[in-house]
Every structure is written in C-alpha cells, then in structure tokens.
C-alpha cells in the first residue's frame, strides 16, 4: 500500500465522506426497496427473525460492529456458540492466540454476552443455534454504515415455486443488491445450496447478487467447481466463472463470488466496482 502524507489522508478521508453523504442523498431519492421489491411483484412476508442473533445493548453496538469487522473475532464467537452452555479459554482458542483470546473474552463479558461462572463461561442468551444470522444482521449493517444504503436482512417471501431466506437485501445507489450469506466452511456447502442461491436469483432479478462466504479458504477448489457444474445444467452455452483477483470471481458482471480475505467492506467495494466499472446493468 502506499505511503500518504497527512494532507493526502485527510483528503482520501474527506473524499470518501462525501462519497457516503450523496450516497445517502441518492438513497432518500430513488425507491425504497419496498418498492423496488413491489415492481417485480414480491412483498416482504417476514424479515429479520431477532431469536438467534447475538448482539449487545445499543450502546455497545458501534463497537461491536467494528469487532465484527475482525475474522478472527467472528471465529471466536462460533466458537462461544459451539460451547454455549459451557467453556474455557482453551475450547475457545482455534483460530487466536491465548492472549488475544483473553481480550475477547474479557470484551464480550464486558458488553454482556458471556458470564464468567466459577467453572467457566457461558453464553448469556441461549439457545443460539447458529452465528448466521449475527453476520446477516453485520453485512447488513456494513451496507448502512459504509455505503449509505438502506439494507435489510433474514427476508423472506411467500412464494409458490422459489422459498428460503434472502439473507441479506440492499438498495445500492437505486439497484437491487441481494447476497447470500454463508458462515459455513466451504466443506459444510452442497450442489443444493448452489442451485437454490442461482433459483433465489432468477426468481427475484436483482441488479448485482453476491454469494459471500465467510472464510479466508480458497474458492476456487470447492465452491466455482459446484457454480460451474450447476451452470452447465441450466444452460446449453453456460456463462463462464471467471476469476477478479485472488478469490473473488464474476458471471456475466451481475453474480459474483466472494470469501473474507483481507476485508469483507473491501470485497463488496470491488464488487461494486467491477459492477459499475463495466456499465451493465441487466434485468
């Protein structure tokens, strides 16, 4: 990265401020995505379910946002999940050292989600079955704090043919943005998975849809392979995959496929580049 003087940081910052206020003024002007979900003939039946999410108390969430933004911190609270009704510093410390560990541990006993008991931790809501949701309310909230968008999440639609949840949904400058948000090792991700994220797509025709996962593992060894396959079912002349940078990859400009590598606000910022970079938009 290169080397900026102060005044060039402060211009870089002072430019990417504005960039968020006409963003926010281009949102009060276009459609609400009621709206634009309305126009192409869907209603909201239910949207952000609050029984598995993990937050704090509102006055704690501007910093844990800023948590979230560490992979290694929404590792540690898979991790808290995954022994929920009990643990110790050592069921917790796979993917941190012990002392970094130690201060997650010590932050979220700070903003109320753990206890300390005497024999250990435990989570403080329980059950929690699963961190997707949390990361569904996070990316979410990247798109209002970073973009100036307005972005809902957990969606879901009474529909006769396509069902399942739209993870996350956000107006982007008048476009419909929809992502799938997976929290899941690539592993943990099958053919089906694949083909209802394509079918949630073809039914619902956003502007640019993103399936996301939150892992530093390569995509290309697993997940583009089970795209390619898929493709190949549904069309004679199947769009290629092809590959952005390192592990981010495109189809025909509109569905991309990222992981969390180095920054998930970067990726979808090079998602969105790439996007109105080559100045396609398609219905």
Known sequence: MPAFDDKTFEELVSLREEVRRLRRSLNRLTPAIDVLLRRRGFRIYKREPPEDLLLPPEEYREEYYRMLQKYSFRLFLRDVIKHQDFFAIDNVTRYATTDVTREYIKYA???????????????????????????????????KREFGSEAVWGVKFKRPKVGGDYDVIAKFDGSLFYLEVKSSPPKQIYDSEIAAFLDRVSD???EIAVFFMDTELRMKDKIVPMFESELKKRFPDPPEVTRIERELFEIDNRIFIIN?????IRNIEKVTYRFYKQGTSIN
């Open 109 to 143: 006993t700070k903003i109320g989600l753990i206890e300390k008991k005497s024999y250990g931790y435990e989570l403080s809501k329980r059950p929690i079955t699963s961190f997707g949701p949390t990361l569904e309310w996070y990316i979410a909230e990247v798109f």
């Open 204 to 206: 619902l025709s956003p």
């Open 260 to 264: 969390a590598k180095e920054s998930i």
